[in-house]
């Protein structure tokens, strides 16, 4: 790693490093692993390479699709370029089956269904544990604007619909997953972006047929094998060993005599 480079913030799971350009920033991503406002703390070999892959592999689609994000290339194996953003404090929470705190919150029995998908707030806030916020308290505090919290309630439906489709294609349940949103800067411009990751890290991943967890509940609840589980969701995806999934080949025409 370039020592020389200027460290801007160290998080749980990641570093942020200056980019080699102006309005760019390096992400590294760690092994460690931590949950429940970092009172559970360990370091899992390979995690950071895996989720590296995983988000750059997502991210590229998104932007495939037109959806703004802040990530711009895949460096090397724990690294990706991104463009630098102004973190909105909230996380946003897209919910297609009751898990989690949503479960425990209402006393619903995991698993369930939802007779919508469901968008939360929680406040960015290691401090207070992330509460869950809602769209008064953001407008209050003006932690976003409403043209911000449009946007990215309309960004979280389109994903959560790619993202939905992606994985049921390979036997995957999402039932939910977290998003942050940050302010890129462009001279006078400004637009929101989805920054961050999205990685079995920060979603539920359910395999379609046994329900088994593919995601950091393996971690939170102590269940073990979250390496395989991961490295299981990256084959899935085509992505371990730096293969890309095969393109599928063009329509050809069919000439009848
Ligand atoms: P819950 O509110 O049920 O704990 O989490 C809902 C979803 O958001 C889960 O997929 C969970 O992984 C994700 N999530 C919530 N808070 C965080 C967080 O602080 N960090 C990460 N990586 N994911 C989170």
């Known amino acids: 790693m370039n020592q020389r480079r200027t460290r801007i913030y160290e998080g749980k799971a ?8 102006p309005g760019t920033v390096v992400v590294h991503y760690k ?55 102004e973190i909105i404090p909230l996380e946003v929470i897209v919910r297609n089956v009751a898990a ?20 939360e707030f929680c406040y960015k806030n290691d401090e207070l544990g992330d509460p869950l916020v809602s769209e008064e308290h953001i407008m209050a505090f003006g932690w976003a604007s409403p043209v911000e919290l449009d946007e990215m309630m309309a960004m979280s439906i389109r994903i959560n619909d790619f993202l939905s489709g992606l994985f049921m294609g390979i036997g995957i349940k999402l039932v939910d997953f977290k998003l942050e949103f940050g302010r890129q800067y462009e001279g006078d411009m400004v637009r929101t972006v989805l920054a961050d990751e999205i990685s079995p890290d920060s979603c539920r991943l359910w395999d379609i047929d046994t329900d088994e967890k593919m995601d950091k509940d393996r971690f939170r609840r102590d269940l073990g094998g979250l390496m395989d589980a991961y490295q299981e969701v990256a084959r899935r995806l085509g992505i371990l060993n730096g293969n890309e999934p095969p393109e599928r080949s063009k329509p050809v025409l069919v000439k009848s005599d």
Do not use: C, W
């Open 31 to 85: 092994d460690d692993a931590t949950a429940f406002n970092n009172q559970k703390k360990d370091v899992i070999d390979g995690k950071g390479v895996i989720n590296n892959r995983i988000s750059e592999y997502i991210f590229s689609k998104l932007n495939g699709l037109g959806i703004p994000t802040h990530f711009i290339k895949r460096l090397n194996m724990r690294e990706q370029l991104v463009h630098k953003v």
């Open 14 to 21: 990641k570093i942020l490093y200056e980019g080699p350009e």
């Open 100 to 119: 989690g705190t949503l479960a425990k919150r209402l006393g619903l029995e995991e698993g369930t269904a939802l007779p919508r998908s469901l968008i």
